[in-house]
């Protein structure tokens, strides 16, 4: 048995990355593999003494589950990222000496990235944007949200959606779902959405540099050499910080594509010196609700909310959006995004039309998953010719392009029809103020952001499952990645 987390999912090539591990065995060695165009082994290191560790008991004493509120405190190991190692994703894959173990264990390959006995990291360049004005975040806060804890031989189910750990506020801490981000966990996410995605960015010849969730919160300079920010997949969880800092980016020239979807939708609060967040949800905790309305929304207006709605800044909203049905990743929708202005640029070299030809409008990624996991919309109406435009009701900017949309039938989760465990949101959005369609589109406010509405979009491109879909994500990549202002 093996299992371990890193100190900080991120290290600037050069510097020490702290590793926590748990094992049974008399010792372990740690490989290095870098996530490209291919799985790339870099290094193994010498053998660590293996020391076990133990998961704390969950504090609401729910029986065989630990604790996902407090840092899990197992042995920490460091190790020197060499000063020449390219930026990049990169897996840490834990491996067992001597013991039980008699037979060796073989280097990982693709098919290898998802697992436990291993975690990721970023690695960071020592001179930011010199050669890359591509920046990749890895929305590292919305894994720890889902992380179980689990490992290959034991289901502990402990996170922010499996019997999670509310605190009251008091002695200076706030009301709300705690969370560590130190704890064990293994690879999933990464290997859905990101590693196709980056695989593709490099065999395409894109440089990019990466970033976590955590850097850009805590840098308020990070963006600055770059002209391009990249959200892909699942981006739920954000600070306000993170928040302030893309926003003043983009109002000073500055590009952002959220390839992403549910993109902004919860607000945390990090502590524990950069450890652990809390963040006031809907997640119900045994039976009971701790408190509701859940104030940590970013839409819904104070007292029960934020008050700043998320497509201010990416354009669309979960809550005109929704889920699918079933285990994850569950079934997907096969038909695409209805085309509007094919003249655009975003479309260029696609071929697709828009109906204005006389003929049925054409779909982006027609026969493909593309409407992903969770999708993202604006509020909308249609205007004589019966093409679609934002309203704006929602918060969505005036100057947003809706390019694409797909309608969702009521077989998915809104706030008008959640899944078991998610608090009924009507209760603060009592009328439906648009049809729910997942939404493509474009604005500008400074700077440009084009989003593309779903979680699933860097997995039809990754693996080049449309045409067009690839070709819009060259387009956007290649006219977004110059800091000039890219007309509508």
């Not at 405190?73 to 060499?82: L, S």
């Not at 290959?152 to 750990?165: N, W």
């Not at 955590?214 to 391009?228: I, M, Q, S, T």
Request: proline share 9%.
């Amino acid at each position: 048995m093996i299992e371990g987390y890193l100190g900080r999912e991120s290290v600037t090539a050069g510097r020490v990355l702290t590793l926590h591990v748990s094992t049974d065995a008399p010792a372990f060695r740690v490989r290095f593999h870098r996530l490209g165009r291919e799985l790339t082994f870099m290094a193994r290191t010498p053998p660590f003494p293996g020391v076990p560790g133990s998961a704390p008991p969950h504090p609401d004493g729910v029986a065989a589950h630990a604790s996902p509120a407090v840092d899990w405190n197992w042995p920490a190991y460091e190790v020197r990222i060499p000063r020449d190692w390219p930026p990049g994703v990169y897996l840490a894959h834990l491996v067992e000496c001597g013991g039980r173990r008699t037979e060796p264990v073989p280097l990982l390959d693709a098919a290898g990235i998802e697992g436990y006995e291993r975690e990721f990291f970023v690695v960071r360049p020592r001179d930011p944007g010199r050669r890359a004005r591509i920046l990749y975040k890895k929305s590292t806060f919305t894994r720890h949200a889902y992380n179980r804890s689990d490992r290959a031989d034991l289901e502990r189910a402990s996170s922010l959606y499996d019997h999670p750990v509310h605190q009251e506020a008091r002695d200076g801490q706030r009301a709300g779902h705690r969370l560590s981000m130190h704890r064990p966990g293994g690879v999933i996410d990464l290997a859905y959405w990101d590693a196709p995605f980056i695989a593709w960015l490099e065999r395409n010849g894109y440089d990019v540099e990466y970033c976590t969730d955590l850097d850009l919160h805590a840098d308020p300079g990070l963006l600055d050499p770059y002209h391009l920010l990249l959200s892909v997949g699942h981006d739920e969880y954000w600070s306000a910080a993170m928040r302030a800092h893309v926003a003043a980016f983009v109002r000073g020239g500055g590009n952002v594509a959220f390839l992403s979807a549910n993109t902004c939708w919860w607000r945390i609060h990090l502590t524990d010196g950069d450890t652990a967040f809390v963040s006031d949800t809907d997640h119900r905790v045994g039976e009971t609700y701790p408190h509701l309305p859940a104030t940590d929304l970013w839409w819904p207006a104070p007292p029960d909310g934020v008050g700043e709605p998320e497509n201010t800044l990416t354009g669309v909203s979960f809550r005109n959006g929704g889920m699918w049905p079933g285990p994850w990743p569950g079934d997907r929708p096969l038909g695409g995004y209805t085309v509007q202005h094919a003249g655009h640029w975003v479309y260029e070299g696609t071929g697709l039309r828009d109906g204005t030809h006389g003929g049925t409008p054409d779909a982006l990624g027609a026969g493909t998953p593309l409407v992903g996991y969770e999708c993202d919309g604006a509020a909308f109406a249609r205007d004589a010719a019966g093409t679609a435009y934002a309203t704006g009701v929602d918060g969505t900017p005036e100057s947003f392009l809706i390019l694409g949309l797909h309608f969702l039938e009521p077989v998915h989760e809104d706030l008008h029809h959640p899944l078991p465990g998610h608090w009924n949101c009507p209760a603060r959005e009592p009328a439906v103020t648009s049809p729910r369609a997942a939404t493509m589109g474009i604005h500008t406010a400074g700077g440009t952001v084009f989003t593309a509405g779903t979680t699933d979009w860097p997995v039809v491109c990754g693996r080049e499952l449309d045409a067009g879909v690839v070709r819009v994500t060259r387009n956007v990549l290649d006219r977004l990645a110059h800091r000039t202002t890219a007309d509508r």
